[in-house]
């Protein structure tokens, strides 16, 4: 996520500065899941992570097989099949990503055109994280950061008509196919 920014107020022709002490070798990743499913309430899946690089050693984001273990959890979770529909990120897109979809019949991936940030629903809750309690804020330690970014991702996934929100924003609505026999009927 980039740092949130929001609006302050200051005196007249006196540009407000929050002075923070920035430390390039931190960085935190966060990955989502919008769940949807007609009749049932939406869902939020997430897990924040917290990298730290020693020396130039280490990740600085989510691997293939990260993304993979939210889906197991997903798929657990919600004891379904689950339709993945992603961004171009690179990890979405990775090898290992691919081949663990093909093996497993409960997964299904779906990816977006790129460029199409307008039809990812995680966007918005994104943008409802950054507008919210992330923004204005200079955060004393990590731990703080980390207590305003859950405790803010809780609020929406007790809401779900925020999620139901963040559809709707995409212009996509949720259809129910009805199911075929596999005599194929």
């Keep these: 996520m980039t740092p949130p920014r929001g609006r302050t107020w200051g005196r007249r022709?006196?540009?407000?500065?929050?002075?923070?002490r920035e430390r390039s070798w931190r960085?935190?990743?966060i990955a989502a899941m919008c769940c949807y499913r007609p009749g049932e309430a939406s869902r939020l899946i997430y897990r924040p992570r917290q990298h730290?690089?020693?020396?130039?050693?280490?990740?600085?984001?989510?691997?293939?097989?990260?993304?993979?273990?939210?889906v197991v959890r997903a798929h657990s979770q919600l004891k379904a099949?689950?339709?993945?529909?992603?961004?171009?990120?690179n990890t979405h897109r990775a090898a290992g990503m691919r081949e663990?979809?093909?093996?497993?019949?409960?997964?299904t991936i779906v990816q977006l055109p790129s460029y199409a940030p307008d039809l990812n629903s995680a966007e918005g809750i994104w943008s409802l994280i950054r507008r919210g309690p992330l923004a204005n804020t200079a955060f004393t330690d990590d731990d703080h950061f980390e207590r305003a970014l859950r405790g803010g991702l809780r609020h929406i996934q007790q809401r779900p008509n925020l999620i139901n929100g963040c559809l709707a924003s995409t212009g996509l609505t949720l259809t129910r196919?009805?199911?075929?026999?596999r005599g194929g009927q």
């Design 13 to 20: 022709g006196h540009t407000p500065v929050a002075r923070v």
């Design 27 to 29: 960085r935190w990743s």
């Design 52 to 70: 730290r690089k020693y020396r130039g050693k280490g990740r600085n984001s989510f691997s293939w097989s990260d993304y993979r273990d939210l």
């Design 81 to 89: 099949p689950i339709i993945l529909i992603w961004d171009n990120l």
């Design 100 to 107: 663990y979809a093909t093996e497993h019949d409960w997964v």
């Design 177 to 181: 196919h009805p199911t075929t026999t």
